[in-house]
């Protein structure tokens, strides 16, 4: 266990094991899918920051335990303090959320995150900008948060605005979920390694005595395959979302699929149209721009825009969307939200815009994250 002078509790949320010069951190809250709480970021933001100094650690790998790597951020918790009237506790949530994707974004040595079952938010947030990212047969990611009344934060306007085409736009502005084939073809993982070879894979690579980056890769490769797309895969329908999602506004996007739908009686444009008309319509509308944004921009610019817009959302100002998703959705799971504004006409260009602003607000300061150095070459390009 780690000793960082957290208490038991805090401890226990996040397992270390330590294998010569390998650590292993297992998210551990398998009752609640490994949702990430305040205590357990401030460990890991404090645990790496360590290991990036402690000469004997070499790799870092992380897991979850149970039938999910993670599931996002503990959303429900930062709701709670938005509705007792402190939206600020909230914003210090993302605030060391933020940080802590920052960090491993720009991580000087190795990360191997396993991601053997649902990786959704935030957790893709603490694995998707380490430089592995190992799905299997088990993988469901997805960034669900336009069904929140939220948008795709942890730097996913970086991640998703570099995925072939408009396939961004696509996973982050309709939530759909992508098993581990999906996550392999899109680039969204690394290696794709059935679950029945991950104890192997483990085992050799807790026996890793170097933080040469082609040496970790080698060894993951060894136990990789390349799974077959299944018959149904979005990705096989990269020509109609590329047609589509390329649109300029969200208006534009469901207009092109609605269109698409005239023409083909098809399953997929059905349920991607459904999934757009159920999401919040302000967060569709600042989602699109935030990844389109996130196309010019490196990661840390990424953060610190992401920062601005989720200080906005928790404060509710324009729109308290956030507040009535996760009530219908989390709370009282009636799944039925009504959103304000109702409809996409009715959400105007200055509201969004008010969501990229600074907030006018006595002590609120912008996202401020660490100087790095001496970073690899991997992480360099990514700011």
């Excluded at 649902?118 to 430089?131: D, K, Q, Y």
């Excluded at 990212?133 to 990611?141: G, M, R």
């Excluded at 149209?273 to 721009?289: E, G």
């Amino acid at each position: 266990m780690a000793s960082f002078g957290s208490t038991r509790r805090e401890e226990d949320s996040v397992l270390v094991q330590q294998n010569l010069f390998v650590r292993t951190l297992t998210l551990n809250r398998p009752r609640q899918l490994n949702a990430l709480n305040f205590e357990m970021i401030s460990l890991l933001l404090e645990l790496f920051l360590a290991y990036e100094k402690d000469d004997n650690v070499k790799l870092v790998i992380v897991k979850g335990k149970g039938r999910a790597f993670c599931a996002g951020g503990d959303v429900a918790a930062v709701v709670r303090q938005i509705n007792e009237g402190n939206w600020r506790l909230g914003a210090h949530f993302f605030q060391k959320e933020f940080t802590l994707n920052y960090l491993l974004a720009t991580y000087s040595k190795p990360q191997v995150s396993i991601l053997n079952g649902i990786v959704m938010g935030g957790g893709a947030g603490v694995s998707i900008h380490g430089r592995f990212c190992v799905a299997t047969e088990n993988s469901v990611f997805a960034m669900p948060e336009t069904a929140l009344g939220l948008f795709p934060d942890v730097g996913a306007s970086y991640y998703l605005s570099r995925l072939p085409g408009f396939f961004g736009e696509y996973v982050g502005l309709t939530g759909t979920r992508l098993d581990g084939a999906e996550m392999l073809a899109c680039g969204l993982a690394t290696h794709f390694v059935p679950s029945t070879r991950l104890s192997l894979l483990e085992e050799a690579l807790c026996k890793v005595d170097s933080s040469d980056f082609a040496i970790i890769q080698a060894i993951i490769d060894k136990y990789s395959q390349n799974p077959t797309l299944k018959e149904k895969s979005a990705y096989y329908k990269m020509d109609v979302i590329d047609k589509c999602f390329s649109r300029r506004t969200v208006e534009e996007i469901l207009s092109a699929l609605e269109k698409e739908a005239t023409n083909n009686a098809d399953a997929w444009l059905t349920s991607t149209i459904q999934a757009l008309k159920k999401a919040s319509p302000m967060s569709l509308k600042i989602s699109l721009k935030s990844i389109r944004e996130g196309r010019l921009q490196g990661v840390g610019q990424c953060l610190v825009r992401e920062y601005r817009m989720v200080c906005h959302v928790l404060k509710g100002e324009v729109s308290k969307d956030f507040r009535e998703g996760c009530r219908a959705i989390l709370l009282d799971k009636d799944k039925n939200p009504k959103w304000e504004p109702s409809k996409l006409e009715l959400v105007t260009n200055h509201m969004v815009e008010q969501y990229f602003s600074k907030l006018d607000d006595e002590g609120w300061e912008e996202l401020e994250l660490p100087a790095r150095s001496n970073l690899p070459v991997i992480a360099i390009a990514k700011l």
